[in-house]
């Protein structure tokens, strides 16, 4: 390791080990695999998405690059601007061990997602290429270097910019330093558990499990915060577990029992408030995100009922139809968003 490496992360607080060797993304990751996981994030939360190594190298290809970005990087002076705005980024990320959100010298929003194994620094991701829908937003993040050049020489290309809300960036950067370390962490047990054969078949249904879960979440219907601040303040904790807990089935006591008030009251005030049984709700709801998991990703209709918390994929498929009026399958068929 470099002694500017060394230096950097004792600054941080970081493990500092003499054979880093064993921390390189790619001894870790299949980086082809990873790189298709990438072009799939991009086109799914219409952010720009590469991973860089330890140092600030790329290890994978530029996953939907804008327009205004590639041009502007194609010049030397500017390229220097976005390289110095990664640098930063990249270590205020690491300090806090979070995704760090910030401007570039254009008032794009970019996003630093750090990837750490045993408090080792290891590499980040690095999102975003988006503009924000409420200008005010932007005084409530740095920008990192303040801009001198005109834009008018890229103004097609920056109108042409993805616009988003802070809370959906927010939402998007938290999911992918979820996803990120999750994978790494996975990556290095499953690395760990070659040589257990009866051990390595179990890790695997469990990783596959776990996965579905965290795509159901990441990519269905973000309607539950509305739902969940405009519901009796009673009911409020039941909304926020049914909303977090997309691949469990609580049962209404068990509701009852976490709201604090009875089940006949529960039942009550939940039938007043949403003009629906909590069962029938429930069900409505499920078949909701699955639709919109049918419609945005590529999960079996086997993953999306395991990650909905459907014990039989015949009742799942059986529960839609009753709902939608045709199964999974037609239903992808005929209104798969391209």
């Known amino acids: 390791m470099s002694l500017r490496g060394k230096i950097l992360r004792k600054e941080l607080g970081m493990v500092v080990t003499d054979d880093m060797e064993a921390f390189k993304i790619g001894k870790i990751l299949n980086l082809e695999k990873w790189q298709e996981i990438q072009d799939g ?16 190298v790329p290890v994978t290809g530029h996953s939907g690059c804008s327009g205004f970005c590639s041009a502007v990087r194609n ?18 990320a690491v300090r806090s061990n979070e995704p760090y959100i910030y401007l570039c010298h254009f008032k794009i929003v970019d996003v630093a997602i750090p990837i750490t194994v045993d408090g080792n620094y290891i590499g980040a991701v690095m999102a975003g290429q988006v503009r924000l829908s409420d200008q005010e937003e932007e005084a409530e ?40 370390n999750y994978v790494i962490e996975e990556a290095l047990e499953k690395n760990f558990l070659i040589g257990m054969p009866e051990l390595k078949q179990q890790n695997i249904k469990k990783l596959k499990e776990d996965m579905d879960s965290m795509l159901s979440n990441a990519f269905v219907s973000q309607q539950g915060e509305e739902l969940i601040s405009a519901t009796h303040p009673l009911l409020r904790p039941a909304i926020e577990y049914i909303y ?23 039942s009550r005030l939940f039938s007043g408030e949403f003009g629906d049984s909590y069962s029938s709700f429930v069900s409505k709801l499920k078949i909701k995100w699955a639709t919109e998991l049918l419609l945005d990703t590529d999960l079996s209709v086997a993953q999306i009922s395991d990650a909905l918390g459907f014990s039989d994929n015949g009742y799942f498929i059986k529960k839609f139809k009753k709902i939608e009026g045709v199964t999974p399958l037609v239903y992808r068929k005929f209104y798969k968003r391209y």
């Open 244 to 266: 977090g807990n997309k691949d469990m089935n609580p049962s209404q006591k068990e509701m009852a029992e976490l709201c604090k008030i009875s089940p006949s009251y529960f």
């Open 141 to 180: 993040l740095e920008q990192i270097i303040s801009r001198t050049s005109s834009i008018a020489e890229y103004s097609s290309d920056y109108d042409a910019l993805p616009v988003m809300s802070y809370g959906e960036i927010k939402q998007i950067a938290d999911t992918l330093f979820l996803l990120c």
């Open 75 to 92: 010049d030397p002076e500017l390229r220097a601007l976005c390289q110095k705005c990664d640098s930063r980024a990249g270590l205020e």
């Open 41 to 56: 994030l991009s086109k799914m939360t219409k952010m720009a998405i590469i991973t860089v190594d330890y140092k600030g």
